[in-house]
């Protein structure tokens, strides 16, 4: 870094399920490279109880839980940013994307910037329909989520799964300097991250990948109807209940394609909804600044099998049989 050049941070703020985990653990587990190479991922801020979700900065979001502590989160970590000989800093939370907690990321942002920091914003968008799915599947997996899709959906829509108020906000929040970047399988994150910062990709060795899949449909709808039942289970016991689904004949063979809601459409009608869908994508390109074809691939609707069957089907299921699945869970 030039004399005199002001020092850069990089925000990784997500979304949820565009590759976060393997940014997350590639950044801690090569911080010493990286620092080398004139890169820090800072310390302060880090959430380590969860290393397959990754290891993240979630305690710059959530402080110590209710976002107590959460100023002194952000001064240890601004002090250390200034301190370290590092000219590049990068920070991972893929929380941050979230419109509830864009005001503490502003805080945040300006907390740096005061400091004389350059602050720039890093946001990973994959197809809406996956991520959607995807999302709610982290919610009944790991959040206590109970709501069946159709419930679960109208209460986010306007938030977290708002791609035009994800991107309107953060563009606000980093003055202009978001880079929005195309999610899609297939693409090395961990790659396209390190591009971002200068970093050449042979630089740093790889390490051995990790992700957080989630547990598909049918775990998650089993996993719903154990929050829903007040159970929260391990890993374990979502196997033995989907033995015992299995068991009853509902995934027979290759079993039926289950997904929440096959019908969901977020553009809903012919003409109507063409023309929705046209405006939407219009005024969300204002903030991507992308081409047609990857603005249009983002809402190509999902999945595309029409044969899929609504996933509930499983929690009825085990409504009906809930005092032998209640048992089985008790053995």
Same mark, same amino acid.
């Given at each position: 870094?030039? /004399?005199?050049?002001?020092?850069?941070?990089?925000? $990784?703020?997500?979304?949820?399920? %565009?590759?976060?985990?393997?940014?997350?653990?590639?950044?801690?587990?090569?911080?010493?490279?990286?620092?080398?190479? !004139?890169?820090?991922?800072?310390?302060? #801020?880090?959430?380590?109880? /969860?290393?397959?979700?990754?290891?993240? $900065?979630?305690?710059? =979001?959530?402080?110590?839980?209710?976002? &107590?502590?959460?100023?002194?989160? $952000?001064?240890?970590?601004?002090?250390?940013?200034?301190?370290?000989?590092?000219?590049?800093?990068?920070?991972?939370?893929?929380?941050?994307?979230?419109?509830?907690?864009?005001?503490?990321?502003?805080?945040?942002?300006?907390?740096?910037?005061? +400091?004389?920091? /350059?602050?720039?914003?890093?946001?990973?968008?994959?197809?809406?329909?996956?991520? =959607? &799915?995807?999302?709610?599947?982290?919610?009944?997996?790991?959040?206590?989520?109970?709501?069946?899709?159709?419930?679960?959906?109208?209460?986010?829509? !306007?938030?977290?799964?708002?791609?035009?108020?994800?991107?309107?906000?953060?563009?606000?929040?980093?003055?202009?300097?978001?880079?929005?970047?195309?999610?899609?399988? #297939?693409?090395? =994150?961990?790659?396209?991250?390190?591009?971002? @910062?200068? @970093?050449? $990709?042979?630089?740093?060795?790889?390490?051995?990948?990790?992700?957080?899949? !989630?547990?598909?449909?049918?775990?998650?709808?089993?996993?719903?109807?154990?929050?829903?039942?007040?159970?929260?289970?391990?890993?374990?016991?979502?196997?033995?209940?989907?033995?015992?689904?299995?068991?009853?004949?509902?995934?027979?063979?290759?079993?039926?394609?289950? %997904?929440?809601?096959?019908?969901?459409?977020?553009?809903? #009608?012919?003409?109507? !909804?063409?023309?929705?869908?046209?405006?939407?994508?219009? +005024?969300?390109?204002?903030?991507?600044?992308?081409?047609?074809?990857?603005?249009?691939?983002?809402?190509?609707?999902?999945?595309?099998?029409?044969?899929?069957?609504?996933?509930? &089907? @499983?929690?009825?299921?085990?409504?009906?049989?809930?005092?032998?699945?209640?048992?089985?869970? +008790?053995?």
């Amino acid at each position: 870094m030039a /004399e005199g050049k002001p020092k850069k941070v990089f925000i $990784h703020v997500g979304t949820f399920k %565009t590759g976060t985990s393997s940014i997350q653990n590639f950044l801690y587990q090569r911080s010493q490279e990286l620092l080398e190479e !004139g890169v820090l991922y800072p310390g302060a #801020g880090l959430y380590y109880s /969860e290393p397959d979700v990754g290891i993240r $900065h979630a305690c710059l =979001v959530y402080g110590d839980g209710r976002k &107590r502590n959460l100023d002194k989160y $952000h001064t240890n970590l601004v002090h250390e940013i200034l301190a370290s000989p590092a000219p590049v800093s990068v920070l991972s939370c893929e929380a941050w994307s979230r419109p509830s907690e864009h005001k503490g990321l502003l805080t945040l942002c300006d907390m740096l910037r005061a +400091q004389g920091v /350059e602050v720039c914003g890093v946001l990973y968008l994959r197809n809406y329909y996956d991520y =959607v &799915r995807s999302y709610y599947r982290e919610f009944c997996l790991r959040r206590g989520n109970h709501l069946k899709f159709d419930e679960f959906y109208p209460v986010w829509r !306007g938030g977290a799964l708002s791609y035009l108020n994800i991107c309107s906000q953060l563009t606000s929040i980093f003055n202009g300097k978001l880079c929005i970047r195309h999610y899609y399988r #297939g693409l090395d =994150v961990v790659q396209d991250l390190l591009s971002l @910062i200068d @970093i050449p $990709h042979d630089k740093i060795p790889a390490v051995k990948k990790t992700s957080n899949p !989630g547990g598909g449909a049918v775990l998650a709808e089993i996993s719903r109807w154990a929050n829903k039942e007040g159970m929260r289970v391990d890993k374990e016991s979502l196997g033995s209940l989907r033995q015992f689904v299995a068991d009853a004949g509902m995934l027979d063979g290759q079993g039926p394609v289950f %997904t929440e809601s096959p019908g969901f459409e977020v553009f809903s #009608g012919l003409l109507s !909804g063409w023309f929705r869908r046209f405006r939407f994508q219009r +005024q969300l390109n204002r903030y991507l600044g992308w081409d047609s074809t990857s603005v249009a691939a983002l809402f190509e609707r999902k999945p595309a099998i029409t044969a899929a069957q609504d996933v509930v &089907r @499983i929690g009825e299921f085990l409504d009906l049989n809930s005092q032998a699945a209640l048992q089985l869970l +008790q053995t």
